[in-house]
């Protein structure tokens, strides 16, 4: 069965420092997607990737954060200068589209910023 | 405003006995109402959407009922199993928008 799958499981990093993200959606699948889940707490949308752009985002996804598709396969999130309350998890999905509106999710990583 | 929201935190069942899982949302705008399963360090897993002009569907051990009058979804697992323990979340996509928002999850612990 095809996979989200993302990379690295875990990533320590220093406040102030930046922190790439990656992930490899579905290789047929045209929506993407980075949601976080702090520790306890509800899965959070954070940005929404479409036909090369961004086509949503939440109040979360400052200037701080960016998404890239560089290659057709890999889709990334870059956090420039983490804040402690960076620290979550973070999962990548991706849908084709249609019906059942199922986003496949990653497994995820979880960012430590100490 | 959205948000969609659970009405408790822990569910304890005993194995074989069927479960329900309870969702209340406030977004009369949301289109698809999504079911995902949390297991421990795992990403959500899909388990069962509903359009919003249905009020019921059925899967395989699972049904999903919409309640739109009162704005109340549920999630019914038959003949619960020890695989079935996970947290439960259920999701709103707004129409027109892509993204899902999520509501604080069910915790579901199976009884021997």
């Known amino acids: 069965e095809p996979e989200v799958t993302q990379t690295p499981s875990h990533q320590v990093t220093q406040m102030g420092q930046e922190v790439i993200l990656r992930c490899v959606p579905i290789?047929?699948?045209?929506?993407f997607y980075w949601y976080r889940q702090i520790l306890g707490q509800k899965v959070e949308f954070l940005v929404s990737f479409y036909n090369n752009e961004i086509s949503e985002k939440s109040e979360i996804f400052d200037d701080q954060f960016s998404v890239e598709r560089p290659d057709g396969s890999n889709f990334t999130l870059k956090i420039r200068s983490t804040k402690l309350e960076d620290s979550a998890m973070y999962f990548c999905?991706?849908?084709?589209?249609?019906?059942?509106?199922?986003?496949?999710f990653g497994p995820g990583t979880r960012l430590t910023v100490t | 405003g959205e948000s969609v929201g659970l009405h408790l935190p822990t569910l304890s069942v005993q194995e074989g006995d069927n479960s329900i899982i309870n969702c209340a949302y406030s977004n009369s705008a949301s289109d698809y109402f999504i079911w995902y399963k949390q297991e421990s360090g795992k990403g959500p897993q899909f388990i069962i959407d509903i359009r919003s002009n249905m009020d019921k569907r059925q899967g395989q051990r699972v049904t999903v009922l919409l309640n739109k009058t009162v704005k109340h979804l549920s999630l019914q697992i038959a003949a619960t199993q020890p695989g079935d323990s996970a947290v439960y979340f259920c999701a709103e996509k707004i129409q027109g928008a892509q993204k899902l928002v999520f509501g604080q999850g069910t915790r579901l612990t199976i009884n021997p």
């Open positions: 290789s047929n699948h045209l929506y």
């Open positions: 999905a991706s849908f084709l589209a249609g019906v059942p509106y199922e986003q496949y």
